[in-house]
């Protein structure tokens, strides 16, 4: 359902996932391009902070999942993977699923697995309201063609918000550092990041934050999506974190400023350090 794309396309394998090279450099493109050096293009403090803490439990990662009771149809949720939905092969339709949760406020992180090879010709993920249509007739990127929700198509790199009303030409492409023309194809997995006290979506890709692709979503109720036309593929989402908007107490702040003095490469000496137990404890989040 709804063929691959292919031709004029950068590749990227996934090794960054793994502790290898990231398999994806925004670094050069930003030395051609010194604009990008903005607001919209620095990862937040708050983002590294919830990226440092331990993953969400399992318990949290399911209240935070797919939807059985939102979706279209053609969608369903695997029975022993609660984190994972499949989509029948269904021929001229495109299907959606939004997550169980919707965010009001808050700093909010998932990941999203979704194999290249079961992309096909729209495959979108971003964030919608309750009210964003879950099916269409035919292969579409349903995900951002209206005012109700917003999306990055990872086939074509552009960025959707009431698409149907816009010229196509008029769609931004995402990241923005990209050429006219120029692409590139995602792992299998990236980061969706809602900053619902900024009112932004952001997204990262092995480790390399990609920008700010929408503003302006401050006072909505949004909800995790996707939208899906290729039969038989599977797309798991897990809830890596989330920060409320208070402050946050000195200790963790403390926490976080001792464990970048380490370096991620050395955290493992934290239990060598000549301090108290309890100290090292609180430094490892245990």
């Known amino acids: 359902m709804g063929q691959k794309i292919s031709g004029g396309i950068k590749s990227v394998d996934g090794r960054g996932e793994n502790g290898g090279s ?34 969400a439990g399992q318990e949290t990662q399911h209240r935070h999942a797919w939807n059985p009771d939102d979706r279209s149809l053609n969608i369903f949720i695997k029975d022993e993977d609660k984190l994972t939905f499949h989509r029948h092969p269904v021929a001229q339709s495109t299907d959606c699923i939004r997550g169980r949760v919707g965010y009001t406020r808050g700093l909010h992180v998932w990941k999203i697995h979704w194999p290249s090879r ?4 729209h495959a979108v993920v971003g964030v919608a309201t309750s009210e964003a249509s879950l ?34 030409s ?34 990262m890709v092995d480790g390399q934050y990609l920008g ?14 996707v939208s899906a036309v290729w039969g038989h593929c599977e797309i798991s989402m897990k809830y890596i974190n989330g920060l409320d908007p208070e402050p946050l107490p000195l200790m963790d702040l403390c926490r976080r400023a001792a ?5 991620r490469e050395r955290l493992q000496e934290i239990e060598s350090l000549p301090l108290p137990q309890s100290l090292k404890n609180y430094l490892q989040y245990q």
């Not at 293009?41 to 990226?51: A, G, I, N």
Request: with cysteine; charged share 25%; glycine share 8%.
């Open 22 to 55: 990231p398999s994806y450099r925004p670094s050069a493109h930003r030395r051609q391009h010194p604009e990008l050096r903005g607001p919209d293009f620095s990862k937040p403090p708050r983002l590294d902070l919830l990226l440092d803490m331990p993953c």
């Open 118 to 121: 079961q992309r096909g010709t």
């Open 135 to 168: 099916h269409s007739v035919g292969y579409t990127a349903l995900v951002g063609s209206d005012c109700e929700s917003w999306g990055w198509d990872l086939g074509r790199n552009r960025l959707y918000h009431d698409s149907k009303n816009r010229a196509h």
């Open 170 to 203: 008029s769609l931004p492409s995402y990241p923005c550092f990209l050429e006219p023309e120029e692409s590139f194809t995602l792992p299998d997995a990236l980061l969706v990041i809602l900053d619902m006290d900024e009112g932004t979506l952001s997204f």
């Open 212 to 225: 700010v692709a929408f503003r302006g979503l401050k006072g909505k109720k949004l909800y995790p999506i």
């Open 259 to 263: 464990r970048l003095a380490l370096g």
